[in-house]
């Protein structure tokens, strides 16, 4: 009589090999059926991924091409290469006017134009910089002030007057703050406004007390306008 076959006993890491052999098999199985889907998720993946890299590859480079118009720009201005640094500037504001050079960037073509005695492009430069970046205080006032000085240079001392009063309000504690009075002081001797002229004079006179030179210089300009009284 022929012996029955002994059955084996499965144990426990049998049961898990069997079970993880089937899964690898599944696994096999789902992925040639569907190989196509998992290229397409393969290809997403790595597409994302080139994606975002050639992004950030992409703004680190437009950021360094901002910096290195700014900074050759500068070169060239303190060279006296006014129109070689404008039209660095130009390139900068056109190209890249997110940057955080542009703002910058363009307050100082508006000082270049002006140096240049363009002053229409000045305006338009030192305007875009007030609607457009106006962010620092010391460059806003700066190009309120650059403003004004235009206002001068086309005999409309009046419309100057308002600009310096502008830089002056935008910036009251800063270093400029007496120069941009003085000025203004000078802007209402020329339009004839005497009142606005001792005004500014006392305000100079009283919020500034280390004006020095601007004190000063326009104590001399009222007084020989008699405007101020010399024992005063």
Request: proline content about 4%; some cysteine.
């Amino acid at each position: 009589m022929a012996t029955a076959p002994t059955r084996h006993r499965l144990t426990k890491h049998d049961l898990r090999t069997d079970a993880f052999t089937t899964g690898v098999f599944r696994a096999r199985e789902w992925a040639e059926q569907n190989v196509r889907t998992v290229a397409i998720a393969v290809g997403a993946v790595i597409a994302l991924v080139v994606g975002v890299w050639a992004l950030t590859s992409h703004f680190a480079d437009r950021k360094l091409d901002a910096q290195r118009l700014y900074g050759e720009a500068g070169i060239e201005m303190r060279s006296g290469n006014f129109a070689v640094a404008t039209a660095l500037l130009q390139r900068l504001i056109d190209e890249h006017s997110g940057a955080a050079v542009a703002g910058p960037g363009c307050f100082q073509m508006g000082h270049l134009h002006f140096l240049e005695r363009s002053f229409d492009d000045a305006r338009v430069a030192w305007e875009r910089y007030i609607d457009d970046y106006g962010d620092d205080p010391l460059l806003v006032a700066a190009a309120w002030a650059g403003l004004g000085a235009i206002e001068e240079q086309a005999n409309f001392p009046a419309n100057a007057i308002a600009h310096y009063e502008q830089a002056i309000d935008v910036d009251p504690t800063g270093p400029q703050a007496p120069d941009y009075l003085r000025r203004l002081i000078r802007a209402a001797v020329a339009s004839g406004d005497s009142a606005k002229a001792l005004a500014a004079f006392d305000r100079l006179e009283k919020d500034y007390p280390a004006g020095g030179e601007n004190t000063l210089i326009a104590r001399q300009m009222l007084v020989e306008k008699g405007i101020l009284d010399p024992n005063r």
